[in-house]
């Protein structure tokens, strides 16, 4: 493990530099538009665009790591990137807002494959897990890190464009900087979803179903959490305890999932996940907040690993030069779960109430726990 962390370290810093711009963003940028006066459905309209821009992107990235590599890709991705803040801040037009938002979802779902191949190509089948764990621990909590920032300026200024615009450039420099090697173009570039499902059936299938519920609770979970306690800071403690819980449990649940079978950890994680997503759906309403929190705690402990699992077992069978396809698939399945699933969620809520989120959400895992578990 210690080997391959070396050859990965300058990435993961990079990474979590990165991340910590876009997590801003992804605050700041609805915070901004709706003291603008955007209407809803704008604001709305202006973040179906990153997720549009974001699909087009995964499936773009390989054909531009086939042309000039993944440190060339990572440079232009992270410069356009880092460009897109400023003009935001400059010039709050909805019209120009969507299209910068578009152009970040494509140059964020670029870097995301170029990110994920990387590491698959520096893991073996024996690291693998540990070090997709630790990946995914470092962008949920400076994903938190990034929202905590909107607490340095007002958000009707323009310092904090100017602050996720840094964060985004300077995650270029240890990666440029860095002596470990970067993987060789690839050949085989373009998603394959028939390809992806012929690898691991079960690998494809908990990333869809990760997006599915893992989207949902970005989206939704703030709600749920203010119409169960009436209180916005309580919504947002509520989200901070899920993405602690899953931060936590990323690194022994990595560490299992290279000892064990890998198809058994993630019908026991799904199991787990639908498990505590049911006594959330039953006991919202009967528990004290601090409860509430804990179990939300619980059910990112459980939910958020499932995708790095997932991943580390789709590339334990795929071919060495299919980590660019397999990367770009598995992020194109993810996303658009997570496009489909806070819809979805969101008529669960309006049949069952604040509740129906998690109705949902164990519904999904428990589908997941007897597909793998048959499969396993």
């Not at 356009?80 to 400059?90: D, K, Q, R, V, W």
């Not at 909805?94 to 893991?123: D, H, K």
């Not at 996940?273 to 959330?280: L, T």
């Amino acid at each position: 493990m210690k080997p391959t962390l070396t050859k990965v370290t300058a990435l993961l810093f990079g990474v979590a530099i990165l991340l910590t711009g876009q997590g801003l963003q992804g605050t700041l940028i609805p915070t901004r538009a709706a003291l603008e006066n955007f209407p809803t459905a704008t604001i709305g309209a202006i973040g179906a665009a990153y997720f549009l821009g974001f699909t087009i992107g995964c499936l773009r990235g390989g054909l531009l790591l086939r042309s000039v590599g993944h440190v060339r890709v990572f440079a232009a991705m992270t410069a356009a990137a880092s460009a897109a803040p400023l003009i935001l801040g400059l010039w709050p037009d909805p019209w120009l807002w969507a299209l910068l938002r578009f152009l970040t979802g494509f140059c964020f779902a670029v870097l995301y494959v170029v990110i994920e191949s990387w590491l698959n190509g520096c893991t073996t089948n024996e690291t693998r897990g540990g070090v997709f764990s630790i990946y995914v621990f470092i962008t949920l909590t400076v994903m938190v890190l990034g929202q905590l920032m909107m607490l340095l300026y007002d958000p009707r200024e323009l310092e904090l464009f100017v602050v996720a615009s840094i964060l985004v450039s300077s995650a270029l420099i240890p990666v440029v900087l860095s002596r470990s090697d970067a993987p060789k173009k690839p050949s085989v570039v373009r998603p394959n979803l028939r390809r992806l499902f012929e690898i691991s059936p079960s690998g494809a299938t908990s990333c869809f179903a990760a997006g599915l519920t893992n989207g949902s609770f970005w989206a939704i979970s703030a709600i749920f959490a203010s119409q169960v306690t009436g209180n916005t800071d309580s919504a947002a403690w509520y989200m901070t305890s899920g993405v602690i819980g899953g931060a936590i449990c990323q690194w022994p649940l990595g560490l299992l999932s290279d000892r064990l079978d890998r198809r058994r950890l993630l019908a026991v994680i799904a199991l787990g996940a639908g498990i505590v997503g049911m006594v959330i759906a039953v006991m919202w309403a009967r528990v004290p907040e601090f409860s509430l929190m804990l179990l939300g705690a619980l059910w990112g402990g459980m939910a958020f690993p499932l995708y790095s699992v997932a991943v580390a077992l789709t590339n334990d069978f795929a071919r060495h030069d299919e980590y660019v396809q397999v990367s770009s698939g598995l992020l194109l399945v993810f996303g658009v779960g997570a496009v489909a699933g806070p819809l979805i969620a969101a008529l669960s809520m309006s049949a069952w109430g604040p509740g129906g989120l998690y109705v949902f959400s164990s519904a999904i895992h428990m589908l997941l726990f007897g597909y793998v578990g048959i499969r396993a």
